[in-house]
């Protein structure tokens, strides 16, 4: 999936390098690629390709990697959801991440 890009500056998606060991899961499991190990830790490389699918916060042994797309949702999920229920005349009923 290179090259995609989602919606600038709404991923919520955090990296405490301080609790990373450095395993490289985040990089293995994440689809975009948006993580790299240098010195030792994780980093993130392009926030805005990260689509909040949660599997570097899922797969990190430490919780270093923090992301909650009900925080402010910005997942693809949420926004077509969203617009479905602005068409509907409904409140949005999340993403079902």
């Known amino acids: 999936m290179q ?3 989602y919606l600038d500056d709404t991923a919520i998606l955090r990296l405490s390098v ?3 060991i450095g395993c490289g899961n985040c990089r293995l ?6 993580f790299r190990l240098q010195d030792g830790k994780a980093e993130i490389v392009d926030r805005n390709a990260c ?3 949660g599997a570097c916060a899922k797969n990190c042994p ?3 990697i923090y992301v909650n797309p009900d925080d402010g949702c910005g997942c693809a999920a ?3 959801n969203s617009w479905v229920a602005r068409i509907r005349g409904k409140a949005p009923s999340g993403c079902g991440c």
Request: aromatic content about 10%.
């Open 29 to 34: 499991v994440c689809p975009h690629r948006i």
């Open 3 to 5: 090259g995609f890009r």
């Open 18 to 20: 301080d609790k990373c």
């Open 51 to 53: 689509m909040e699918c």
């Open 78 to 80: 949420y926004i077509i």
């Open 62 to 64: 430490t919780t270093a």
